[in-house]
């Protein structure tokens, strides 16, 4: 069984930054794609930052330049680094796995509060 737990978040300061940590279990990293999405109050969950296909990344416009995110298979984790944080990135941040093997099988974490202060 596929779990995803994420950690990292909490409250900083406009300017500030953040790294959040999802951890993969029951399965090796390197058999999925890997990305982070976030939720804010009233909006649909969007993508932040993926990995795709031969090991292209995608970035919403709105962090491209601030975010980064990384993995490290040997510790079955992915990463995102958070810089120049403001108040519209505070929301829930989801880690989610799509399997290379079967792209219809995808897994959430169970998400992980930011909270921007200005």
């Known amino acids: 069984q596929v779990q995803l737990v994420e950690s990292g978040g909490g409250l900083v300061q406009a300017g500030g930054s953040l790294r959040l940590s999802c951890v993969l279990s029951?399965?090796?990293?390197?058999?999925?794609?890997m990305g982070w999405y976030r939720q804010a109050p009233g909006n649909q969950r969007e993508l932040v930052a993926g990995y795709g296909s031969g090991g292209s990344v995608d970035y919403a416009a709105s962090v491209e330049g601030r975010f980064t995110i990384s993995r490290d298979n040997a510790k079955n984790t992915v990463y995102l680094q958070m810089n120049g944080l403001n108040s519209e990135d505070t929301a829930v941040y989801y880690c989610?796995?799509?399997?290379?093997?079967?792209?219809?099988?995808?897994?959430w974490g169970q998400g992980t509060q930011v909270t921007v202060s200005s």
């Open positions: 029951g399965s090796a990293l390197s058999w999925f794609h």
């Open positions: 989610n796995a799509r399997s290379k093997l079967v792209p219809t099988a995808r897994y």
